[in-house]
């Protein structure tokens, strides 16, 4: 989200005229775990830096402010943070210093200390409330205090997750509490009562629990059933789907844009017959997220998140029934036991590591099915394949073979050969415009408006219900009240989805010029170099950074490349075997 101060450069535009006026620009950030509202913790941040600065004749002529990123990525992985340390180096970016109102949301760790040379080394000041003005970079108490502020950061960060994490083992195995999520297929949400926080019961928020969902609940019983009389996975899917049963996708087809929902897979059928909250017991736990280095090489670059199988001893399980089961505990038993038995269920959830790499893993798509291909080896060769039809029950009649397979010896050369060309020198020009070209027409920004504008219901809602809980506790008429609030509830909800969309549109991607698509496209010799004579591993990664998407159409014998560096894009299409 960028928010405009066109006050604010307006004013600096006039006093700058006076000499003893210092330019500064202000950096802060927000994030979803901060559980603030955007506008409200920019403001109390810019005023912050702005108290700061005013009494040395300080005004802000730039501002840098990060939505929704957590205080956990390097300044160089968020989008503002990022543009701040660029304009660092421009000798015209029309301030002199850069305030914070809060450090603490600023800096992550050993972020100061990564970031601070940056700024001395382009003779930036940067200015913090806790030392009562500018950094000394020389001084070892201001070191040691924004090292600490650092720590301080990282702490509360991690107590936080550690808070949350044992208050949600709690709910889960003592309440038996549903704790959020999309409803397992078979069940659907049902209202458990107001939330027990009195506050969040205040506002209106409720508990929901499962309760078995009339339609597919019965599909559930359907599939431990023809299981345990001996049938298949792939049996069981094509039988449901000859009957015209909608799939889990097809069932809920809000939540899965991106499934065809076209017939029940083999996969659904077993994640079925393994998912233990049919027995009616609340299991939590099962994933969890770890945080992994991006590159081993460079801890600066921090981490990226990862979803990750718990191992079965780790699940939580309620001590006591929480929803009406769908399946007995003795029939669940059973079919873990003969899917064990039969090798066709997985003893651990641990992550099974790859024998070889692939380099194109996950950058493949089926033109005939639009899924993604699968990593295979064969001969000792890597190859991709589709197999649609034998993971998808065939009554749906699904124009697709049985196997799709394309060999990566046969992709790889043809693909680097069009990236050294198209990042050539003598072609930068050309590809840079056409990447400006390509990008999507960037629209008035609104958003600032229509976000003040719902925050003020948000704020007359929240005074109309602290005054209807003063007649509530007063003795007036419970269900009078009751429906006072509902009806204010209901505004302040629509508010919130009306913010929430405005700053949603405040983020979508600016158009780059094409000197700052230069700039970026500018370290592509190191890209080119690595193409040249790399290992498979680090061509992996150049295709991703490229965010390469390849397009296999087996009736052609062709593969459509895209690439889109930073969300540009441009394309080409090569045969597989023989020419481009």
Same mark, same amino acid.
């Given at each position: 989200m960028?928010?405009?101060?066109?006050?604010?450069?307006?004013?600096?535009?006039t006093?700058?005229? +006076?000499?003893?006026?210092?330019?500064?620009?202000?950096?802060?950030?927000?994030?979803?775990?901060?559980?603030?509202d955007?506008?409200? $913790?920019?403001?109390?941040?810019?005023?912050?830096?702005?108290?700061?600065?005013?009494?040395v004749?300080?005004?802000?002529?730039? =501002?840098f402010?990060?939505?929704?990123?957590s205080?956990?990525?390097?300044?160089?992985?968020?989008?503002? &943070? *990022?543009?701040?340390?660029? %304009?660092?180096?421009?000798?015209?970016?029309?301030?002199?210093?850069?305030?914070?109102? =809060?450090?603490?949301?600023?800096?992550?760790g050993?972020?100061?200390?990564?970031?601070?040379?940056?700024?001395?080394?382009?003779?930036v000041?940067?200015?913090?409330?806790?030392v009562?003005?500018?950094i000394?970079?020389?001084?070892?108490?201001?070191?040691?205090?924004?090292?600490?502020?650092?720590?301080?950061?990282?702490?509360?960060?991690?107590?936080?997750?550690?808070?949350?994490?044992t208050?949600m083992?709690? @709910?889960?195995?003592i309440?038996?509490?549903?704790?959020?999520?999309?409803?397992?297929?078979g069940?659907?949400?049902?209202?458990?009562?107001?939330?027990?926080n009195?506050?969040?019961a205040? +506002?209106?928020?409720?508990?929901?629990?499962?309760?078995?969902?009339?339609?597919?609940?019965?599909? /559930?019983r359907?599939?431990?059933?023809?299981?345990?009389?001996n049938?298949?996975?792939?049996?069981?899917a =094509?039988a449901?789907?000859r009957d015209? /049963?909608?799939?889990? $996708?097809?069932a +809920?087809?809000?939540r899965?844009?991106?499934?065809?929902?076209?017939?029940?897979?083999?996969s659904?059928?077993?994640n079925?017959?393994?998912n233990?909250r049919?027995?009616g017991?609340?299991?939590?736990?099962? @994933?969890?997220k770890?945080?992994?280095?991006?590159?081993?090489n460079?801890?600066?670059?921090?981490?990226?998140?990862?979803?990750?199988w718990?191992?079965?001893? $780790?699940?939580v399980?309620?001590d006591s029934?929480?929803?009406?089961?769908?399946?007995?505990?003795?029939?669940?038993e059973?079919? @873990?036991?003969i899917?064990?038995?039969?090798?066709? #269920?997985?003893t651990?959830?641990?992550?099974?590591?790859?024998?070889?790499?692939?380099?194109l893993r996950?950058l493949?798509?089926?033109?005939?099915?639009?899924?993604?291909m699968?990593?295979?080896?064969?001969?000792?060769?890597?190859?991709?394949?589709c197999?649609?039809?034998?993971?998808?029950?065939? %009554?749906?009649?699904?124009?697709?073979?049985?196997?799709?397979?394309v060999?990566?010896?046969d992709?790889?050369?043809?693909?680097?050969?069009?990236?050294?060309?198209?990042? *050539?020198?003598?072609?930068?020009?050309?590809t840079?415009?056409?990447?400006?070209a390509?990008?999507p027409?960037?629209?008035?920004?609104t958003?600032v408006?229509e976000?003040t504008?719902? !925050?003020?219901?948000?704020a007359?809602?929240?005074?109309?219900?602290?005054?209807?809980?003063?007649?509530?506790?007063?003795?007036?008429?419970?269900?009078?009240?009751a429906a006072w609030?509902?009806?204010?509830?209901?505004q302040?909800?629509?508010?919130?989805a009306?913010?929430d969309?405005?700053a949603?549109? =405040?983020?979508?991607?600016?158009?780059?010029?094409?000197?700052?698509?230069?700039r970026l496209? #500018?370290?592509?010799d190191?890209?080119? !170099?690595?193409?040249?004579n790399?290992?498979?591993?680090?061509?992996?990664?150049?295709?991703?950074?490229?965010?390469? &998407?390849?397009?296999?159409?087996?009736?052609?014998?062709?593969? $459509?490349v895209?690439?889109?560096?930073? &969300?540009?894009?441009?394309?080409?299409?090569?045969r597989?075997?023989g020419?481009?």
């Amino acid at each position: 989200m960028t928010i405009d101060v066109p006050r604010i450069e307006e004013t600096a535009a006039t006093l700058l005229a +006076d000499d003893e006026y210092q330019r500064f620009a202000f950096y802060g950030r927000v994030s979803t775990e901060d559980q603030q509202d955007p506008v409200a $913790s920019r403001n109390w941040q810019l005023t912050r830096a702005t108290g700061l600065i005013e009494p040395v004749g300080g005004i802000i002529v730039a =501002e840098f402010f990060d939505i929704g990123l957590s205080r956990s990525l390097p300044w160089k992985r968020r989008r503002h &943070a *990022a543009r701040l340390l660029d %304009a660092l180096a421009d000798p015209d970016r029309g301030f002199d210093a850069v305030v914070i109102g =809060e450090p603490q949301r600023a800096f992550y760790g050993n972020q100061y200390s990564l970031t601070m040379p940056v700024f001395s080394h382009y003779g930036v000041g940067l200015w913090v409330p806790e030392v009562g003005g500018a950094i000394d970079p020389e001084s070892e108490a201001h070191d040691l205090i924004m090292s600490v502020f650092g720590g301080m950061s990282k702490g509360e960060r991690t107590r936080v997750k550690v808070r949350v994490r044992t208050a949600m083992t709690s @709910q889960a195995k003592i309440e038996g509490r549903f704790l959020g999520g999309r409803p397992p297929y078979g069940y659907r949400l049902a209202d458990a009562g107001p939330h027990p926080n009195p506050g969040k019961a205040a +506002d209106g928020r409720r508990l929901h629990k499962l309760e078995p969902d009339p339609t597919t609940g019965p599909v /559930i019983r359907r599939i431990f059933a023809m299981y345990l009389a001996n049938h298949g996975y792939f049996a069981i899917a =094509e039988a449901l789907t000859r009957d015209g /049963i909608p799939s889990p $996708s097809a069932a +809920d087809p809000a939540r899965n844009p991106h499934r065809t929902g076209e017939g029940w897979a083999k996969s659904a059928v077993k994640n079925i017959l393994s998912n233990p909250r049919y027995t009616g017991r609340q299991v939590w736990n099962k @994933q969890r997220k770890d945080e992994v280095l991006l590159d081993v090489n460079d801890v600066a670059l921090g981490y990226e998140t990862r979803m990750r199988w718990n191992d079965k001893s $780790s699940w939580v399980w309620s001590d006591s029934i929480a929803h009406p089961p769908l399946v007995t505990v003795n029939d669940f038993e059973l079919v @873990q036991t003969i899917m064990a038995a039969n090798g066709r #269920g997985r003893t651990s959830t641990r992550e099974r590591r790859v024998r070889r790499p692939y380099i194109l893993r996950g950058l493949m798509i089926c033109g005939l099915c639009g899924r993604k291909m699968q990593s295979h080896q064969a001969h000792e060769l890597a190859y991709y394949r589709c197999r649609y039809p034998n993971e998808y029950a065939l %009554a749906n009649h699904v124009q697709h073979p049985r196997n799709v397979y394309v060999a990566e010896r046969d992709i790889v050369p043809a693909l680097d050969n069009w990236l050294l060309r198209a990042f *050539a020198p003598h072609r930068l020009t050309d590809t840079i415009r056409r990447l400006h070209a390509a990008q999507p027409a960037a629209g008035p920004s609104t958003g600032v408006p229509e976000i003040t504008a719902a !925050n003020k219901i948000i704020a007359a809602c929240d005074a109309k219900l602290s005054q209807y809980r003063a007649v509530a506790d007063a003795g007036g008429d419970p269900v009078t009240v009751a429906a006072w609030m509902a009806e204010v509830n209901a505004q302040r909800a629509a508010a919130l989805a009306q913010r929430d969309k405005a700053a949603a549109q =405040e983020q979508a991607p600016r158009r780059l010029t094409e000197e700052e698509i230069r700039r970026l496209v #500018g370290s592509f010799d190191d890209v080119r !170099n690595t193409l040249r004579n790399a290992r498979s591993e680090d061509k992996s990664t150049v295709y991703r950074e490229l965010r390469l &998407a390849l397009t296999y159409n087996p009736g052609e014998n062709k593969i $459509s490349v895209e690439a889109r560096p930073d &969300a540009d894009y441009c394309g080409v299409t090569v045969r597989v075997r023989g020419g481009t």
